[in-house]
């Protein structure tokens, strides 16, 4: 599969100026966790697109921080998605389609679904030691933390809703928010 969207300098500019010059220059394309997202809303792949990377150094907060740095860029018409999966547990995954989903891991998903809605980001922030299941429900963060970029673009007048809830192969929530 390939989804040819261009990419954007001008985006590029934008978002190393907004994060203090985080953004670097990459030639490697954009990975599955944008293109499988983008191929649906955007089939024509007729919008820029600017992939950012997680950088697994910062901590959960320093995340969330850059999500506060980015919210100016939809003032500038500039669509931020965060694009992962809330619980993603590939050590108990069921490749069945059908696979039964766990009750561990729909009971962590309605915890994000009910602290997001809540709006206690410190909460989802600091996830592992608010919730015994996190370990289990997110073993590496790598899924969990675009969340925290969503969060952190929240305005104050906002609330952030799910647009999309279910779960395949009985480990993996395919939850999906928007700001409104």
Known sequence: MTYPAPGSPQVAALVNEATGGVVRP?????DHAAWMV???V???ADVPVLEMSLDLTLD???HYRLGRRLAR???QNVLVVGSGNIVH??????????????EWAVAYDDWVRDAVAGRRHDELI?????NPLSRRAAPTAEHYLPMLYVLGLQ?????IETVHESFQHGTVSMRSFMTV
């Open 89 to 102: 547990n590939l050590y108990e995954v069921d490749w069945a389609q059908d696979a039964p989903t766990a």
């Open 73 to 75: 860029l939809r003032e």
């Open 38 to 40: 983008l191929r649906n």
């Open 26 to 30: 990459a030639e490697r394309g954009i």
């Open 126 to 130: 600091d996830y592992v030691a608010a």
């Open 42 to 44: 955007y089939p024509q």
């Open 60 to 62: 959960e907060r320093e």
């Open 155 to 159: 305005g104050a007048d906002e609330r």
